[in-house]
């Protein structure tokens, strides 16, 4: 069992920066690849980003280049930092472990997050 607790979330401008994090607790941290995930009212969960055990990681397209993730094993914890934040990037945003597989699939991740709010005002 991996129980992940997501912080970080809240109200910014337009153009703006936030960073989520998520903690892990349970299992081997280091054996699970982490992925984050977003699902605004009345759309799909949608794939934001992912990173494996050995950093490699992997964005959705509508992110890349204005978000970066990153873990430290460590700390057992992932970070997801958002740059130039867009009033569409609004979702509350997940954080899930995987063991592997398509990682910009949900369906792959075993264990869920509750999500964290995050609102950009234009």
């Known amino acids: 069992q991996v129980r992940l607790v997501e912080s970080g979330g809240g109200l910014v401008q337009a153009g703006g920066s936030l960073r989520l994090s998520c903690a892990a607790s349970?299992?081997?941290?280091?054996?699970?690849?982490l992925g984050w995930f977003r699902q605004a009212p009345g759309k799909e969960r949608e794939f934001v980003a992912a990173?494996?055990?050995?950093?490699?990681?992997t964005y959705g397209n509508l992110v890349r280049g204005r978000f970066t993730v990153s873990r430290d094993n460590a700390e057992s914890t992932v970070y997801l930092q958002m740059n130039s934040l867009k009033p569409e990037d609004t979702a509350v945003y997940y954080c899930?472990?995987?063991?592997?597989?398509?990682?910009?699939?949900?369906?792959?991740?075993?264990?869920w997050g509750q999500g964290t709010q995050v609102t950009v005002s234009s």
């Open positions: 349970g299992r081997t941290f280091n054996s699970y690849a």
């Open positions: 990173i494996m055990w050995s950093g490699a990681n």
């Open positions: 899930a472990a995987a063991q592997g597989g398509l990682l910009q699939i949900a369906t792959w991740y075993e264990y």
